[in-house]
Every structure is written in C-alpha cells, then in structure tokens.
C-alpha cells in the first residue's frame, strides 16, 4: 500500500514563505516521480512542480517559477515544495502524486496522491 502525507501548508501573509512536505510510504515499484498540483476552490487542479528520481531534472509551471523549488531526499523518502515570495492567488490545496512515467504536467499520469494540505495567504 502506497502512501503519501502531505504536510506545512498553513497561513502566511503575502511576501512570506513556506515548505511542504510530502512522505512517501510503501512500495513503489521502479524509480517514481514526485509532483505537486494545487487546486483553488471552485478550479481545476493544476500543476506546480515535478522531480525526477534522482533530483536531476525538475519542471515548474510559469507561475511559481524562481519563487518555488522542489527538491527530494530518497534516504528519508520525502519530497519538498519550497515555497518562497508568496502571493495570494497561490491560496490553494497542494498535493503530492507519485507516478512512473516521466516528468508529466497531467495529473492523469500519476499513479499515487496524498489528501492534500492547505495553504493560505493573505494580503
């Protein structure tokens, strides 16, 4: 059984930071990809950042990037979303998924999601 727990989300004023964690229990078999996606109420779910396995290769969407960075430590099996320069309109849950194929931007190709933590800023 594959699990993922997501956690740090909370509330920060614009301008303030913050870093997600996402833990990843179980067997996962090959060597998985780590993403996160956000979804604002009353939106669609959409991609922030992706990791390959071994931290070599990561995607951002427009949005967040020189902001957010995404790094991973596979000794202790968790992934990071640091979260920096924060605006409102990042308000969001955030969730990690795990996956197999490649660095995918659609939320399709992964296998493995957390319940998600909130995050909120205000202005």
């Known amino acids: 059984q594959v699990q993922l727990v997501e956690s740090g989300g909370g509330l920060v004023q614009a301008g303030g930071s913050l870093r997600l964690s996402c833990a990843v229990s179980g067997r996962i078999f090959g060597y998985y990809v780590v993403a996160w996606f956000r979804q604002a109420p009353g939106k669609e779910r959409r991609f922030v950042a992706a990791?390959?396995?071994?931290?070599?290769?990561?995607s951002y969407a427009d949005s967040v990037k020189g902001r957010f960075s995404i790094s991973r430590d596979n000794a202790e099996n968790t992934v990071y979303l640091q979260m920096n320069r924060l605006k409102p309109e990042d308000t969001a849950k955030y969730y990690c998924?795990?996956?197999?194929?490649?660095?995918?931007?659609?939320?399709?190709?992964?296998?493995?999601w957390g319940q998600g933590t909130q995050v909120t800023v205000s202005s």
């Open positions: 990791i390959s396995w071994s931290g070599g290769s990561t």
């Open positions: 998924a795990a996956g197999t194929g490649g660095l995918s931007l659609i939320q399709y190709d992964y296998n493995y």
